[in-house]
């Protein structure tokens, strides 16, 4: 079989058959799951040995999603880089918005091969929830998402376009209201209605198989990646960067990437207002192994191993957890880990907008920062390539309010002068949701 | 010291020699403080309980349904540490003499070392854990540990449980194995189904089971009514959110919760003696 498109990883490579890279990953599940855990294991193992599957899926990818996405180079941005080359992975250019739809369109078929016709799942920033929601669409399947509180405040224009699509979104209350706890209702609710439902996980983490299917349907944008820069460049680059909340978005772009040993794997992790004011995200580099929604991994915890609250001005990478793939690559010393605060990710979202005209996600942003960071390491010889995972549109109002881009109501601003209106009528800075 | 799985096991026979079901109540620790779930797991007991699991709230308590979500957050919100739920196991012990169990998930007990735990939970005098989201395939470490120190390892099965995984869960627990009576998280039902049923009888179909390893079932139950019909077919009724929403229903009087508390468990006692 070959497909463009599907290029599951080859057999025999990680995770061993009981789902561990190492000492992470695993299944840590309730009794009642396991049975529905264990049939989306054998249901992709079908699939991937059938043609169908592949010829079906490359459809979708070509027709449907329009991939291979394009590969952009930024020398105007990479200006502010020391001068390294820097070129953009355009998943932010798929159907929906980012690379999402990657993953989805591939469960969305085992859904159908599982003879399931209700979805549910989680998301964050809306952008999973938003592509979960247009595959439910395209197959006629009954879809559910959840969403914590505060993310279906910070990220409205996505719960409106689940809205349009069909789905129904369930703002979750519980916890800190974001992601891990929309995670933690789609696992209560997968419970109560396993029988007829698949639970679309949009992540590499939780339960074995999760972290390698999902990783499977996101590797695409590695290879494609790899072949167009060495098209382009002339050779592999120097390091491929891409952030990390779960980590799909940059374990699609590492893995073809991992044999190449010159290549460096950098994911940028939420820095909030830095690590060193506890308001952060950045697990790897402040997290100890444990077990958060199914998996051995980097977790955020205590010393009693409840999770602490993570915080971001991200919603998709606002998560006490990480897949277990990237603890492993962390512990060795395949892959580094960094720390982009919002800032540095606000005004490296800015800086692409304006030197280049492609305005990011807020998530892919922290990646951009960390590009910007790294390529003034490397020098002018450099050559990086950055996974820009989403498009920024559903960012818009927190960006607009973060600079002050809003015109002030027209009687604050009858006295004030222009610059000056637009930047405080409305506060320049929305400062953390919680 | 070594853990109470002999106690524990000697009163479900005790129970099954009167011909009745044995009576199981849960409560988080901490809840509503941890001086305040001391008193109230006693209570549970004194009202009538034979057997009495201590919950160690989590953070992210993903079995569970509002009711104990509810009163996890409150004793989280408390301050409420691993310490601490082993101290209620240790006081609720010492006062009643009946076995007192921990029911858990895992991330707490990896976090605050297995050995660790197994060994402090013994020395408090504990019966053993029920790890629900610790599946058989992941749960060597902690069988290791909980053998050693004399705790049982109580497994949980569900509807969905196909039967040879039930005769591999069942042959690697001990004390007795939770059968969940409905694919779904705790919380109270206005009726126990026939799915209960069936899964005991699939249960008891096992070795472990014929061997003697009792069968007690838990979620939805919350009454007196309930808990007859249970009875009939099951060696023990457990109930959580009930004695929960007793304590959430008198939020601010203690001492009248711990008497709704006491008063629930007698009409259940009743009802397993029905």
């Known amino acids: ?138 197959f006629g399947l009954e879809c559910t998402i959840y969403m914590g509180e505060i993310d279906t405040q910070r990220q409205a224009l996505n719960v409106a376009r689940m809205r349009m699509l069909g789905a129904e979104v369930i703002a979750v209350k519980s916890g800190s209201r974001t992601l891990k706890d929309a995670i933690n209702e789609a696992f209560r609710d997968w419970v109560a209605n396993v029988d007829r439902t698949h639970y679309l996980f949009g992540t590499v983490a939780g339960p074995h198989p999760f972290p390698a299917l999902v990783r499977d349907f996101h590797r695409v944008i590695g290879v494609e990646a790899r072949r167009q820069i060495i098209e382009r460049a002339g050779r592999l680059p120097d390091a491929a960067v891409a952030c990390v909340g779960g980590g799909s978005n940059a374990i699609g772009l590492f893995h073809a990437f ?22 952060h ?37 606002d998560y006490p957890g990480i897949g277990p793939e990237h603890s492993y690559l962390k512990d060795a010393g395949r892959a580094e880990y960094r720390a982009v605060t919002d800032d540095a990710a606000m005004q490296a979202l800015r800086l692409l907008s304006e030197t280049e005209g492609i305005i990011p996600a807020i998530e892919s942003a922290h990646a951009l920062a960390g590009a910007l960071e790294l390529g003034r390491e490397l020098g002018k010889d450099g050559l990086i390539v950055v996974n820009l995972s ?13 600079f002050g881009l809003y015109d002030a109501p027209a009687d604050d601003a009858v006295e004030a002068d222009d610059t000056d209106a637009t930047d405080t009528a409305l506060g320049a800075h929305q400062e953390g949701t919680k | 010291m070594a853990g109470n799985l002999e106690l524990l096991s000697s009163v ?76 209620t196991v240790r006081e609720a012990h010492a006062a009643t003499g009946a076995p007192v169990l921990c029911m858990t998930y895992w991330n707490p007990v990896d976090a605050y070392g297995v050995e660790r735990f197994a060994a402090d939970l013994a020395a408090a005098g504990g019966a053993g854990c029920i790890l629900p989201d610790l599946p058989v395939e992941e749960s060597e470490v902690w069988r290791k540990a909980a053998e050693q120190h004399g705790l049982a390892t109580v497994f949980v099965v569900a509807p969905s449980s196909k039967d040879a995984r039930l005769a591999k869960i069942t042959a690697a627990g001990s004390g007795f ?6 694919m779904g ?45 249970v009875a ?43």
């Open chain 2, 177 to 182: 194995v939770y059968a969940a009576s409905l």
């Open chain 1, 390 to 402: 989403g498009r920024g549109d559903k960012d818009m109002d927190t960006a607009a309010r973060y």
């Open chain 1, 258 to 279: 991992l044999p190449d040993e010159s290549v460096r794997l950098i994911g940028c992790e939420p820095g909030g207002h830095g690590v060193e004011s506890g308001e």
């Open chain 2, 12 to 87: 479900l026979a005790g129970a099954k020699a009167e011909g009745r079901a044995a009576l199981v109540g849960y409560l988080p620790a901490g809840f509503p403080t941890v001086d305040g779930g001391i008193r109230a797991v006693t209570a549970m007991i004194e009202g009538g309980c034979d057997v009495v699991e201590v919950g160690l709230p989590h953070s992210d308590p993903v079995l569970d349904g509002p009711v104990i979500q509810t009163a996890d957050d409150i004793a989280l919100r408390g301050g409420v540490k691993i310490v601490d739920v082993i101290r």
């Open chain 2, 232 to 274: 009939q077919f099951a060696d023990g009724v457990i109930v959580g959110s009930a004695f929960v929403k007793q304590l959430l229903a008198h939020e601010g009087d203690l001492e009248a919760g711990l008497a709704g508390v006491r008063e629930l468990a007698g009409d259940l006692a009743k009802g397993v003696r029905a």
């Open chain 1, 1 to 138: 079989m070959s497909s463009d498109f599907f290029i599951p990883d080859p057999e025999g490579h990680l995770p061993s058959t009981e789902g561990y890279f190492g000492a992470f990953g695993g299944k840590f599940i309730p009794e009642a799951l396991v049975a529905a855990v264990d049939e989306v294991a054998e249901e992709y193992e079908k699939a991937k040995a059938d043609p169908e599957f592949a010829r079906e899926l490359d459809d979708l990818m070509v027709n449907y999603t329009g991939r291979p996405s394009a590969l952009t180079e930024v020398p105007r941005f990479a200006e502010h880089a020391g001068g390294a080359r820097i070129f953009l992975k355009r998943e932010d250019l798929n159907h929906t918005g980012s690379h999402k739809i990657n993953n989805v369109l591939g469960q969305a078929l085992l859904t159908k091969r599982m003879g399931k016709t209700r979805v549910i799942a989680e998301t964050g920033a809306g952008q999973h929830g938003v592509a979960t929601a247009t595959a439910c669409a395209l």
């Open chain 1, 281 to 317: 995200a950045a697990t790897l580099t402040e997290g100890t192994p444990g077990i958060l929604h199914g998996s051995r991994s980097y977790v955020l915890q205590d010393e009693d191993g409840q999770i602490t609250e993570p915080y971001s001005i991200s919603a998709g990478l």
């Open chain 2, 185 to 229: 998280v705790t919380g109270t039902r206005e009726s126990v189904g026939r799915e209960a049923q069936d899964l005991v009888e699939r249960t008891r179909a096992t070795p472990a089971a014929r061997r003697g390893l009792p069968v007690c079932v838990g979620l939805g139950v919350s009454n007196a009514e309930q808990a007859a019909e």
